[in-house]
Nanobody
């Protein structure tokens, strides 16, 4: 069983930066693909970024390309989402999710492909 905990959310002005962390407890993160999702009020939860188990492949939704960076440190059992040039439309609850991949190099963009979820962290960007 993998337990995920997100941290690093908060209130920031437009143009600012935040770094979200997703920490895994219970076992190593190695071998797990990880995704960051977000859900704004009244909207569905959508993929933001995803990373393969070894960090070799990454995915970003169009609206965050060039502003967000996903990375991971398997030794620390952590995945990060560096968010720069934040916009009010980035305001949402951000969730990390993990899926065991048995060391394939896939990443996943669909919620249904993930087995483990964190509780979410609020990101609020003021204009």
């Amino acid at each position: 069983q993998v337990q995920l905990v997100e941290s690093g959310g908060g209130l920031v002005q437009a143009g600012g930066s935040l770094r979200l962390s997703c920490s895994a407890s219970g076992r190593t993160f190695s071998g797990y693909a990880v995704g960051w999702f977000r859900q704004a009020p009244g909207k569905e939860r959508d993929i933001v970024a995803a990373i393969s188990w070894n960090g070799g492949r990454t995915y970003y939704t169009d609206s965050v390309k060039g502003r967000f960076t996903i990375s991971r440190d398997n030794a620390a059992s952590a995945v990060y989402l560096q968010m720069n040039s934040l916009k009010p439309e980035d305001t949402a609850v951000y969730y990390c999710a993990a899926r065991r991949t048995d060391y394939s190099t896939n990443y996943y963009t669909s919620e249904s492909r993930y087995d483990y979820w964190g509780q979410g962290t609020q990101v609020t960007v003021s204009s």
